[in-house]
């Protein structure tokens, strides 16, 4: 297994990885939140995943980078188990706090590792309030009081509280993509996930919106343990704390994301970045 | 523009006038029949109508007047419960069908249903009269029920499907990845996002299993008597049509054409409220 680096500079600010300062070292390394060990998925009898193995870093963002089909949204869909309901098979272990995954009923996993998708996917029945508060109410809870808490703590954490404060019974689709987008993060955070995984969250949205995005997920980690798979490397570049890039169903490299983005390891890796392929 | 030039651009507007005005044609013919019988549906049946028409029973055979306040209770009845039989058991068919129906079983349940949704009623009629009827010993509100629900459950299975298939995979990743059990994914998540079309399959089948006569012939038989109670036969608008349109009477006759068009006023009512029920909260996008 490749070792991995286990010390982000957590005084960084979020845009300014290109500023150069070299990163100081490094508090205590936090134990892995989430571990894959040779991860193989396949849909059907084509392989996706070859032989993954990395690690998640505790209340860290990692950034999964890599061309179209090179097996970054696949890996994602493995670590909450979304790669099954595709109809995918996977190979391999991914642990949770050291748990096996496939140890953990799904259903309680994905409430412990939520997801926020490519595109905004509000319920579209449901009003603002309902979306968010879907996770909680379909699981039994119904205290009225406990669930508008838990929607305004959300709607803050996920920036758009102020936005939509006065309207929190409109339906969920009538708000713009990149509110829609906040408020599905807001839907995936009301369970109390540990861990975030976001699939290209900002890749349907405006620049504006994508800066909102990136901001909170900046916020989100002092919580949450955050994996994002992203097309954009400037946007890799900016939230993450680590990098991994995938190509061709395998992990090239991963590794502080700075360095990854200054002197990465791996020829692929450096052709991919500078934008020679892909 | 050279002559040629205009000519083949005339020709080319031509043709093009032709299709439309062939299309506009057909549409016509298509309409026709339904503006006609609707038309005269309503001329012969609104000078039946009157209050009696409502709330009186029929009278004997002889005396003038009356009304047919039980076929129209009957009617309706026989609607809602074939509606309690049909529409749990083909909605929950067309979920089974639509979310796990990737199976050799499943689309053999999907091929019957499209041949049973056209099977004779009259057919249905029969099977309803051998498995409730001829247990009973006599005619039922209960069989015709059964009778009605067998036809409506294959339009509702496979509208349900339909429409279910259509809503967007990501909705149903949305829910699961929040931590929703698959089966209150589907319930509470996916069901109500594709209620508005399944609410037109269910007025589809309603309307369809109301207009039917046949299979009550031989299941709710029919009663000239008020009656509510369902171990016994009932009365319906459809086979109060069908005995006074061929009875001898000018007046039973005048009272058929009045029941027909309280029947279409009665599934254009029962659209009308089932549209409000089912309406979203929310306006379309």
């Given amino acids: ?171 969920g689709m009538s708000i713009s993509g990149g509110q829609q987008q906040r408020l599905c993060i807001a839907r995936t955070l009301a369970v109390n996930p540990e861990v975030v995984l976001m699939d290209e969250p900002a890749s349907a949205l405006d620049p504006l919106s994508t800066a909102k995005i990136e901001e909170l997920i900046y916020e989100l980690k002092a919580n949450y343990t955050i994996v994002i798979v992203t097309h954009n490397m400037q946007q890799a570049a900016r939230v993450s704390d680590m990098t991994a890039f995938f190509y061709l169903g395998e992990l090239i490299e991963i590794g502080e994301t700075k360095r990854i983005f200054t002197t990465p390891d791996k020829r692929q890796t450096e052709d991919y970045i500078t934008g020679r392929f892909g | 523009m050279t002559t040629n030039e205009k000519l083949y651009f005339f020709w080319r507007k031509t043709k093009n006038n032709a299709m439309l005005l062939f299309s506009l044609a057909c549409l016509l013919i298509a309409v026709t029949p339904l503006v006609l019988i609707f038309s005269y549906t309503l001329i012969q049946g609104i000078s039946a109508l009157n209050l009696d028409f409502f709330i009186q029973m029929p009278k004997p055979v002889g005396e003038t007047g009356g009304g047919m306040a039980n076929a129209i209770v009957g009617t309706g009845i026989l609607i809602g419960l074939g509606a309690l039989f049909g529409l749990p058991v083909g909605i929950m068919a067309g979920i089974y069908l639509a979310e796990y129906g990737d199976n050799p079983f499943a689309a053999t349940t999907r091929f019957l249903a499209d041949v049973l949704s056209g099977i004779p009623s009259i057919v249905v ?116 049509i069908y005995d006074y349109s061929k009875a001898p009477f000018e007046d039973w006759i005048r009272q058929a054409w009045g029941a027909a068009f309280v029947l279409i006023a009665l599934i254009f009512l029962l659209s009308v409220i089932f549209r409000i029920v089912t309406r979203s909260r929310y306006a379309e996008h």
């Fill in chain 1, 1 to 171: 297994m490749r070792s991995i680096d286990l010390a982000p500079n957590s005084e960084r600010k979020v845009m300014d990885v290109s500023s150069g300062s070299p990163s100081p070292a490094i508090q205590a390394a936090l134990p892995a939140k989430m571990v894959a060990k040779n991860v193989d998925a396949f849909f059907g009898k084509t392989q996706a995943l070859r032989s993954v193995s990395l690690e998640v870093a505790t209340n860290r963002v990692l950034a999964i980078i890599g061309p179209s089909g090179c097996g970054k949204s696949t890996f994602l869909r493995c670590l909450n188990r979304m790669h099954e309901v595709a109809g995918g098979t996977m190979k391999g272990r991914v642990m949770l706090d050291g748990e096996s995954i496939m140890e953990i009923d799904a259903v309680n996993l994905r409430r412990r590792v939520g997801m926020v998708f490519q595109k905004p996917n509000p319920f579209p029945t449901m009003s603002i309030f309902d979306n968010v508060a879907a996770g909680l109410r379909f699981n039994g809870h119904h205290n009225r009081k406990h669930l508008a808490e838990v929607v305004e703590r959300c709607l803050r954490q996920a920036a758009l509280w102020d936005e939509v404060k006065d309207s929190l019974g409109k339906s």
């Fill in chain 2, 125 to 240: 009629g029969v099977v309803a009269y051998i498995i409730v009827v001829l247990p009973m010993k006599h005619f039922s509100a209960l069989a015709g029920g059964v009778a009605l629900a067998i036809l409506m459950i294959p339009t509702v299975t496979r509208t349900t499907e339909e429409m279910i298939r259509l809503v967007p995979q990501s909705y149903r990743e949305a829910g699961l990845a929040i931590g929703i059990p698959r089966w209150k994914t589907t319930l509470r998540i996916i069901l109500p996002t594709a209620l508005k079309g399944i609410t037109t399959g269910i007025l589809l089948a309603i309307a369809r299993a109301a207009g039917e006569t046949a299979p009550l012939l031989f299941t709710a038989l029919g009663n000239r008597f008020w009656s509510t109670a369902i171990d016994q036969p009932i009365g319906s608008l459809t086979v109060f």
